[in-house]
């Protein structure tokens, strides 16, 4: 009987802990319900409140548009314009902006031109004056190496000019006046403010002689070689003039120059 008794006891502890554990598998499963529910209730309630927002922000947005489209019909009535006339003029604006920053962006490309632009005369300019001042070294050589000869008048002595090339150089020198002459023998030439006239020319001995009417005087000048300053002074306050003559080129022609002071009256006409 002891062991009879026994069997089931056992059999009822075990069924026991069974159910114990399955209490508390079902409690453990509420709890989880119960909390997975209380988080889709407040996800579904946040999900509400966005819903809400998004109807009250479509609401004013809504509302903002109306109050723009009665704004914007209120401007044109005031303005006597029409939607269309009022889109054109903004098209029109957005053009005019368009073309200013177009003309701002010609300005610039024009300024930055005309800076390279000036930046190349500047070194024009610098070019230019460094050929001048070398042009200046070499006609102050070309006027050093100009021959300097003894005048008929109490031995003056002055540089004279051998043919045109030299002449020009004289020229430019600047502190005297040149013409140019070609005489014909028997012929009175008007040469600046006197008259010259070939008397005789000997081409053999490179000689010839002339007169100098200056001042109504006829100043003769007879058995001169060429390039040979005959000097004489004219006019109301008298100044050293100079005739040069550098070619004979026949019995009856010669060529060469006068040169005055500049100060020197000069005639109406040069012929």
């Known amino acids: 009987m002891s062991d009879v008794d026994k069997t089931p006891r056992s059999y009822s502890g075990a069924f026991m802990a069974a159910i114990a554990v399955a209490l508390l598998a079902g409690v453990g499963g509420l709890l989880w319900s119960w909390s997975l529910s209380s988080r889709l209730s407040g996800q579904e309630a946040a999900l509400a409140d966005a819903r809400d927002q998004n109807k009250k922000m479509a609401s004013d947005l809504r509302e903002t548009d109306a109050r723009l489209k009665v704004a914007t019909a209120e401007l044109g009535q005031s303005l006597g314009l029409t939607q269309k006339q009022m889109d054109a003029r903004a098209q029109e604006i957005l053009r005019r902006e368009k073309a200013v920053e177009s ?72 502190d005297r006046t040149y013409y140019e002459f070609t005489l014909t023998k028997g012929q009175r030439k008007p040469v600046g403010t006197v008259s010259l006239e070939l008397t005789k020319a000997d081409p053999k001995k490179y000689t010839y002689s002339l007169t100098v009417v200056s001042d109504d005087k006829p100043v003769p000048k007879n058995n001169k070689g060429i390039n040979e300053p005959l000097q004489f002074y004219s006019g109301k306050d008298p100044q050293l003039f100079e005739v040069v003559v550098n070619t004979v080129t026949s019995k009856n022609q010669v060529s060469g120059y006068l040169s005055t002071p500049k100060s020197a009256p000069t005639p109406a006409s040069v012929p």
């Open 103 to 174: 003309a701002q962006k010609e300005t610039a490309q024009t300024v930055s031109g005309l800076s390279t632009d000036v930046s190349g005369v500047k070194t024009d300019v610098g070019g230019v004056k460094t050929d001048l001042t070398k042009t200046q070294s070499d006609l102050a050589t070309a006027i050093s190496q100009l021959q300097s000869m003894k005048g008929d008048l109490d031995g003056h002595s002055t540089l004279i000019a051998r043919n045109h090339d030299e002449l020009e150089l004289l020229k430019h020198k600047g």
